[in-house]
C-alpha cells in the first residue's frame, strides 16, 4: 500500500517550533505544514478529536504568524488593508478578517487583536506569513504605522474543549488577568503573566468548541506548555496534533486557506459576504472587485453530507447527473457525527440545501446531500 | 500476532505470510502508523481473481487514503470481515487480528526479508 501524507521532511530549511523537543518526548509524529515540521498527532486523530470535544485538547500553533501593526493610524491603516472595520474593534477585542487583493481574492483570512487605540495584533496563516508581512507593508505607505513581522519571537498554544476554562483557571503561574476568564467572551482577549512574562490571552480557536489560545514569548513556551499539562491532566487534557485540528474546524465548518480560501476566491463566495464591511467609510483594498461581485457563474461553498463511510476528499469531483458541477475542498469521515462530510465549491443552481448530488469517489459515485454549513455546532455556546 | 521477524514484506509496505499455498496479506506497522487512525477498508470478495502489483483494495483514515495491492497473483480465498466491520484493528494490531485478505496463489513473486523491509523504513 501507499499512503498519500507527505513523509516526515529531513529538510534542514524546515523549521521548528519552540515546542518541538516537548512534542518529539511525547512520541508526536509529524508532519510538514508550510515549513514547519509540526506534531501531525500524539497518538489518535480520533482520540484526540473526541479529547477536544468532551473534555480538552492542547495544541501547539506556533507556526501562525504574529504582525504587529502600531503607530497613530493603526486602525485607520487596518481599514484600508483589511476588509473589515478594525477601528470599530473595542481594546481587548478580536476581530476575524481578511486580507483581499484588488480583484477581490483572497490573500489569507487572519485574527486582528486590538491591544490598544495604536496598536493591534494580526495572527495569520504559517503559510502566507510573507505574502502578508508584504501586502501590509506595501499598504503602510501614507500611514503614519509600523508594521513589524514578530512571528519568531511569538508561540502561540492553544487549549480547546469544553473544560478548557477550568485548566486555565487550574494552571499555575497565571497571573494578572486583565478579566476574569468566566468574564471573557468570544472573541475576545485579556493580557495576563506567566511566571512574570507578559501573556495575551484570546477566547478564540479553531475547533468548534470553547477555547483559549495563548500568545507569549518563544522562551517560555515550555514551561507554559508543561504548567497547562499538569492542570489539564484531571479534567482529561490531551495534547492534540494538527490532523485532529484539521477534522475539528472542518466539523465547525471553518475555512482553511489553500482549500476554502485562496486568491482565486471572493469572500462571498466563500459565505464569508459578512466579514467584508462595505459601510465602512474610504476605500479598502479590493472594495471596487467586491462591490462588482464574483459574477453570476461563480461557485458557491456548501457543506456536503453522505451515509456509509466513504468520504469524499479535496479535489475529488461532484455531479448533479452528468455534468460536473462542482470539487471538493475538505472532506473526511466525521469523527463526531459518523458520516462523510465534506466542504465544496458548486455551481450556484446546485448549492440549495436539500440538493441531491453525488461525489466521485476514486471512480465510484457516492450520493450526497447539500447542507448548511456547518456540520456540528456545540450545545454550550458559553463566552 | 505473527512474528514480524517471520513475515515478507512489499515494498508498498504489505506484509505477507505464506503457508503453503496461501498468502495472508495485510499491511505493517509502520504503514498504519503513518496513515493514522483507520476508519474505513475496502476488500475484494472471496473469489475474485487478483494481479501482482494491482490496487484491489483501499484504506482509509481519517486523514487520507491508502491503496492496497495485491503482492500476488492468485485467487482471493478470504477477506478479513471483522477489519471491515472494525478498521481499527488494522491499527491496534496490523500483524495479526488485522489482516487483511488471503490470497491462493501459484508462484511467489520475490518479496523482501524483515531486515530488508527494515532498512526500507528506516526503523
Same mark, same amino acid.
Request: hydrophobic share 40%; aromatic share 8%.
Given at each position: 500500500?501507499?499512503?498519500?501524507?507527505?513523509?516526515?521532511?529531513?529538510?534542514?530549511?524546515?523549521?521548528?517550533?519552540?515546542?518541538?523537543?516537548?512534542?518529539?518526548?511525547?512520541?508526536?509524529?509529524?508532519?510538514?505544514?508550510?515549513?514547519?515540521?509540526?506534531?501531525?498527532?500524539?497518538?489518535?486523530?480520533?482520540?484526540?478529536?473526541?479529547?477536544?470535544?468532551?473534555?480538552?485538547?492542547?495544541?501547539?500553533?506556533?507556526?501562525?504568524?504574529?504582525?504587529?501593526?502600531?503607530?497613530?493610524?493603526?486602525?485607520?491603516?487596518?481599514?484600508?488593508?483589511?476588509?473589515?472595520?478594525?477601528?470599530?474593534?473595542?481594546?481587548?477585542?478580536?476581530?476575524?478578517?481578511?486580507?483581499?487583493?484588488?480583484?477581490?481574492?483572497?490573500?489569507?483570512?487572519?485574527?486582528?487583536?486590538?491591544?490598544?487605540?495604536?496598536?493591534?495584533?494580526?495572527?495569520?496563516?504559517?503559510?502566507?506569513?510573507?505574502?502578508?508581512?508584504?501586502?501590509?507593508?506595501?499598504?503602510?505607505?501614507?500611514?503614519?504605522?509600523?508594521?513589524?513581522?514578530?512571528?519568531?519571537?511569538?508561540?502561540?498554544?492553544?487549549?480547546?474543549?469544553?473544560?478548557?476554562?477550568?485548566?486555565?483557571?487550574?494552571?499555575?503561574?497565571?497571573?494578572?488577568?486583565?478579566?476574569?476568564?468566566?468574564?471573557?467572551?468570544?472573541?475576545?482577549?485579556?493580557?495576563?503573566?506567566?511566571?512574570?512574562?507578559?501573556?495575551?490571552?484570546?477566547?478564540?480557536?479553531?475547533?468548534?468548541?470553547?477555547?483559549?489560545?495563548?500568545?507569549?514569548?518563544?522562551?517560555?513556551?515550555?514551561?507554559?506548555?508543561?504548567?497547562?499539562?499538569?492542570?489539564?491532566?484531571?479534567?482529561?487534557?490531551?495534547?492534540?496534533?494538527?490532523?485532529?485540528?484539521?477534522?475539528? !474546524?472542518?466539523?465547525? *465548518?471553518?475555512?482553511?486557506? +489553500?482549500?476554502?480560501? /485562496?486568491?482565486?476566491?471572493? $469572500? %462571498?463566495? &466563500? @459565505?464569508?459576504?459578512?466579514?467584508?464591511?462595505?459601510?465602512?467609510?474610504?476605500?479598502?483594498?479590493?472594495?471596487?472587485?467586491?462591490?462588482?461581485?464574483?459574477?453570476?457563474?461563480? !461557485?458557491?461553498?456548501? *457543506?456536503?453530507?453522505?451515509? +456509509?463511510?466513504?468520504? /469524499?476528499?479535496?479535489?475529488? $469531483? %461532484?455531479? &448533479? @447527473?452528468?455534468?460536473?458541477?462542482?470539487?471538493?475542498?475538505?472532506?473526511?469521515?466525521?469523527?463526531?457525527?459518523?458520516?462523510?462530510?465534506?466542504?465544496?465549491?458548486?455551481?450556484?443552481?446546485?448549492?440549495?440545501?436539500?440538493?441531491?448530488?453525488?461525489?466521485?469517489?476514486?471512480?465510484?459515485?457516492?450520493?450526497?446531500?447539500?447542507?448548511?454549513?456547518?456540520?456540528?455546532?456545540?450545545?454550550?455556546?458559553?463566552? | 500476532?505473527?512474528?514480524?521477524?517471520?513475515?515478507?514484506?512489499?515494498?508498498?509496505?504489505?506484509?505477507?505470510?505464506?503457508?503453503?499455498?496461501?498468502?495472508?496479506?495485510?499491511?505493517?506497522?509502520?504503514?498504519?502508523?503513518?496513515?493514522?487512525?483507520?476508519?474505513?477498508?475496502?476488500?475484494?470478495?472471496?473469489?475474485?481473481?487478483?494481479?501482482?502489483?494491482?490496487?484491489?483494495?483501499?484504506?482509509?483514515?481519517?486523514?487520507?487514503?491508502?491503496?492496497?495491492?495485491?503482492?500476488?497473483?492468485?485467487?482471493?480465498?478470504?477477506?478479513?470481515?471483522?477489519?471491515?466491520?472494525?478498521?481499527?484493528?488494522?491499527?491496534?494490531?496490523?500483524?495479526?487480528?488485522?489482516?487483511?485478505?488471503?490470497?491462493?496463489?501459484?508462484?511467489?513473486?520475490?518479496?523482501?526479508?524483515?531486515?530488508?523491509?527494515?532498512?526500507?523504513?528506516?526503523?
Amino acid at each position: 500500500m501507499t499512503d498519500s501524507p507527505a513523509d516526515d521532511l529531513k529538510n534542514s530549511d524546515v523549521k521548528h517550533s519552540p515546542l518541538h523537543a516537548v512534542h518529539e518526548q511525547a512520541g508526536a509524529s509529524f508532519t510538514d505544514f508550510a515549513g514547519w515540521l509540526m506534531p501531525v498527532r500524539y497518538s489518535s486523530d480520533l482520540a484526540e478529536h473526541h479529547a477536544v470535544r468532551t473534555a480538552a485538547g492542547i495544541f501547539d500553533i506556533s507556526h501562525m504568524a504574529e504582525i504587529l501593526v502600531e503607530g497613530p493610524a493603526a486602525a485607520a491603516f487596518l481599514d484600508f488593508a483589511l476588509a473589515g472595520k478594525l477601528s470599530a474593534v473595542t481594546i481587548t477585542q478580536a476581530k476575524y478578517s481578511l486580507l483581499l487583493d484588488p480583484s477581490g481574492g483572497i490573500i489569507d483570512d487572519l485574527v486582528a487583536y486590538r491591544f490598544g487605540d495604536d496598536s493591534f495584533l494580526v495572527v495569520a496563516n504559517a503559510g502566507n506569513r510573507y505574502a502578508v508581512f508584504e501586502a501590509l507593508s506595501h499598504r503602510a505607505a501614507g500611514f503614519d504605522v509600523v508594521v513589524t513581522d514578530a512571528s519568531d519571537g511569538y508561540a502561540l498554544i492553544a487549549v480547546q474543549g469544553p473544560r478548557s476554562r477550568e485548566i486555565l483557571e487550574a494552571t499555575d503561574g497565571i497571573t494578572d488577568l486583565g478579566k476574569p476568564l468566566a468574564d471573557l467572551k468570544y472573541y475576545w482577549s485579556t493580557d495576563a503573566f506567566f511566571d512574570g512574562i507578559p501573556l495575551l490571552i484570546g477566547r478564540t480557536g479553531y475547533t468548534g468548541e470553547d477555547g483559549f489560545e495563548l500568545y507569549l514569548g518563544a522562551d517560555s513556551a515550555e514551561r507554559l506548555w508543561a504548567a497547562l499539562t499538569t492542570a489539564g491532566e484531571r479534567y482529561g487534557l490531551v495534547p492534540a496534533g494538527l490532523a485532529s485540528r484539521d477534522t475539528l !474546524r472542518l466539523e465547525a *465548518g471553518m475555512p482553511l486557506y +489553500g482549500h476554502e480560501l /485562496g486568491l482565486d476566491t471572493q $469572500p %462571498v463566495q &466563500a @459565505g464569508l459576504g459578512r466579514v467584508v464591511n462595505l459601510t465602512k467609510e474610504g476605500d479598502f483594498v479590493g472594495r471596487q472587485s467586491i462591490e462588482r461581485g464574483p459574477g453570476d457563474d461563480a !461557485r458557491v461553498l456548501v *457543506g456536503l453530507v453522505a451515509e +456509509g463511510k466513504r468520504a /469524499g476528499r479535496a479535489g475529488y $469531483p %461532484v455531479f &448533479a @447527473g452528468d455534468t460536473e458541477v462542482g470539487i471538493i475542498t475538505s472532506g473526511a469521515l466525521s469523527p463526531t457525527l459518523g458520516h462523510p462530510i465534506a466542504m465544496a465549491y458548486v455551481d450556484a443552481g446546485s448549492s440549495e440545501p436539500g440538493t441531491e448530488l453525488q461525489i466521485d469517489v476514486r471512480g465510484s459515485r457516492v450520493a450526497a446531500s447539500v447542507v448548511p454549513i456547518p456540520f456540528y455546532k456545540r450545545e454550550n455556546t458559553n463566552g | 500476532m505473527a512474528d514480524a521477524k517471520q513475515l515478507q514484506y512489499t515494498r508498498e509496505h504489505e506484509w505477507v505470510l505464506v503457508d503453503g499455498s496461501v498468502a495472508t496479506v495485510g499491511i505493517t506497522a509502520y504503514a498504519a502508523e503513518k496513515l493514522g487512525d483507520i476508519v474505513f477498508v475496502d476488500l475484494p470478495q472471496a473469489g475474485s481473481t487478483v494481479a501482482e502489483g494491482k490496487v484491489v483494495g483501499e484504506i482509509e483514515s481519517t486523514k487520507s487514503v491508502g491503496e492496497l495491492f495485491a503482492p500476488v497473483n492468485g485467487t482471493v480465498v478470504a477477506s478479513n470481515e471483522a477489519v471491515v466491520a472494525s478498521p481499527e484493528l488494522v491499527n491496534s494490531d496490523p500483524f495479526g487480528e488485522g489482516w487483511l485478505i488471503k490470497v491462493e496463489f501459484t508462484e511467489l513473486p520475490e518479496l523482501l526479508s524483515f531486515d530488508e523491509y527494515s532498512a526500507l523504513t528506516g526503523e
